[in-house]
């Protein structure tokens, strides 16, 4: 399904990038108001599937640029402010899970789907890793609060989201593409 | 279809400012708050004023905003606040680990069982909640008006005359023109589905559950979202986007007066903020004495 090259930057990841932003960002705001238990700041967000499944199905530049530029939205919107850190963050579980782009064959295909599943949860530990451990020098908080306070639940939130909703997002797509014959 | 945010021109101070001009206050103040971690409620609160004087400069009006104001606020109060005020989490570790009088305790248990835990509530949590929503008002208060009265036309040249690349400009100016139609979309979706009986209110069961049920609402916004790229991908290639240097709407902003007025308050507000903070140390959180008296 996917022909083009990953780390191709065109027209096309111009496009999706800005559209994954925005959706990002407004499901985000959205989802907000859903803040994980003892992890201060962090959301439950169950955009971030969005977000992974962008970074899945048109590569790691649109998922660098909806995360980076969706997370900073999203955080504007709410009235959090600008984190660069977390919106990195973001951008990075986006990039990595887009790295999975040119391995799609078939995202109807259960081995297929798998591979996203797990590529967007190695995102979503590199993401977050890099998030609550620069939270170190940007917050000055200890490792222990980093880990356990941020990362862990951040970690865990995320990827429940994705394991749950990426899957379905992938048929619904195969359905679409299909559809529209690309 | 795009829609576009309720913009409209007005003869305000905030609108005769040059885009990029109010893209830095924006991000001075706000990087002025976060990067030195700011904390302390002398600093805090008169760039709150500051942000609510240009709020109102802004001359916004209220039919346009009323459905924003109610979302932020449950968001500060019952969200912000309410977890600043249990967990103390979200800021500095002083709220925490400094040692602070307890005002009184929340029962978190099992009804009719001695199972779960009590949460204390310090007058250093208190004073957090009420210094983290302020900080998060002022920030708010900024973005506010940016839809409102920016030209969705200016966002790309904004960021293209502040120095990036055509195609992160395009990206910024889409996902910002994107933004409200997608929220468009998403209200859409959700009307709709309530009036085939979906009830987001009665979301039961487990976190997976809820999050299969969370699935009429998020995919066909999404779904769309895919179509909708590929007619504006097929409409950018048939223009050669790409091919050749891209020409900008009013490609010709400069700055007046009022900009360098702005932009030596933006760079006052964030050097300001770093100097205090790492060269004198002032910006900590501390809880002030008169709120320590309170409860004395």
Redesign the interface.
């Known amino acids: 399904m996917n022909n083009s090259s990953a780390w191709e930057?065109?027209?096309?990841q111009?496009?999706?990038?800005?559209?994954g932003?925005?959706?990002y960002?407004?499901?985000s705001w959205?989802t907000?108001?859903f803040?994980l238990p003892?992890?201060?700041?962090v959301t439950f967000r169950?955009a971030v599937?969005?977000l992974i499944?962008f970074g899945v199905?048109y590569g790691p530049w649109v998922g660098l640029?909806a995360g980076f530029?969706?997370n900073t939205?999203g955080d504007?919107?709410?009235?959090?402010?600008?984190?660069w850190n977390w919106s990195l963050g973001n951008g990075l579980m986006g990039l990595v899970a887009g790295l999975v782009m040119s391995q799609i064959k078939d995202f109807r295909a259960q081995g297929d789907i798998i591979k996203a599943v797990i590529y967007g949860l190695v995102g979503i530990a590199v993401g977050m890793l890099f998030a609550s451990l620069t939270e170190m020098f940007?917050?000055?908080?200890?490792i222990n609060?980093a880990l356990v306070?941020y990362f862990v639940p951040a970690f865990i939130g995320n990827a429940?989201?994705t394991v749950?909703?990426l899957p379905?997002?992938m048929i619904?797509?195969a359905a679409?593409?299909s559809r529209?014959g690309? | 279809m795009l829609v576009t945010w309720k913009y409209r021109p007005r003869k305000t101070f905030i609108q005769s400012l040059d885009p990029r001009t109010r893209l830095i206050f924006f991000?001075a103040v706000?990087?002025g708050?976060?990067?030195p971690?700011i904390w302390d409620y002398r600093i805090i609160f008169p760039l709150f004023a500051l942000s609510l004087t240009l709020y109102f400069l802004a001359r916004i009006e209220w039919k346009d905003v009323k459905r924003v104001w109610p979302y932020?606020f449950?968001?500060?109060f019952f969200?912000?606040g309410l977890?600043g005020l249990l967990?103390g989490?979200?800021?500095?570790?002083s709220v925490t680990n400094l040692p602070s009088p307890v005002v009184f305790t929340v029962p978190f248990k099992i009804p009719f069982t001695d199972i779960g835990w009590d949460v204390p509530i310090t007058i250093s949590k208190m004073w957090f909640a009420i210094t983290q929503m302020l900080?998060?008002?002022t920030?708010?208060i900024l973005?506010i008006p940016i839809p409102y009265t920016m030209d969705p036309n200016i966002y790309g040249t904004a960021f293209r005359q502040l120095g990036a690349s055509d195609?992160f400009s395009?990206?910024?100016?889409?996902?910002?023109?994107?933004?409200p139609?997608?929220?468009r979309d998403?209200s859409i979706t959700m009307d709709a589905q309530r009036a085939r009986g979906y009830e987001m209110e009665k979301l039961k069961g487990g976190?997976?559950s809820r999050?299969?049920r969370?699935?009429p609402l998020?995919?066909p916004?999404?779904?769309q979202?895919?179509?909708?790229?590929?007619e504006?991908?097929d409409a950018?290639?048939l223009r050669a986007?790409?091919a050749t240097q891209r020409t900008w709407v009013k490609a010709d902003l400069r700055y007046g007066p009022r900009d360098y007025f702005m932009l030596g308050l933006a760079a006052t507000i964030f050097i300001g903020c770093c100097v205090l903070k790492w060269g004198f140390g002032i910006g900590e959180y501390f809880v002030p004495e008169f709120f320590l008296n309170l409860f004395s």
Do not use: Q
């Open positions: 930057f065109g027209t096309r111009v496009v999706y990038g800005a559209i932003a925005a959706l960002g407004v499901l959205v907000n108001i803040p003892a992890a201060g700041n169950p599937a969005v499944f199905a640029l530029i969706g939205l504007a919107l709410s009235g959090w402010g600008f984190y940007v917050g000055g908080i200890d609060t306070g429940i989201v749950v909703l379905i997002l619904a797509f679409v593409a529209r690309r | 991000f706000i990087l708050l976060t990067i971690e932020i449950v968001l500060l969200i912000v977890n967990s989490r979200g800021g500095p570790s900080r998060m008002l920030m708010a973005a195609k395009f990206t910024m100016d889409l996902a910002f023109r994107f933004l139609t997608f929220a998403f976190i997976t999050l299969r969370l699935a998020i995919i916004v999404v779904m979202s895919t179509v909708t790229g590929e504006v991908v950018m290639d986007f790409g």
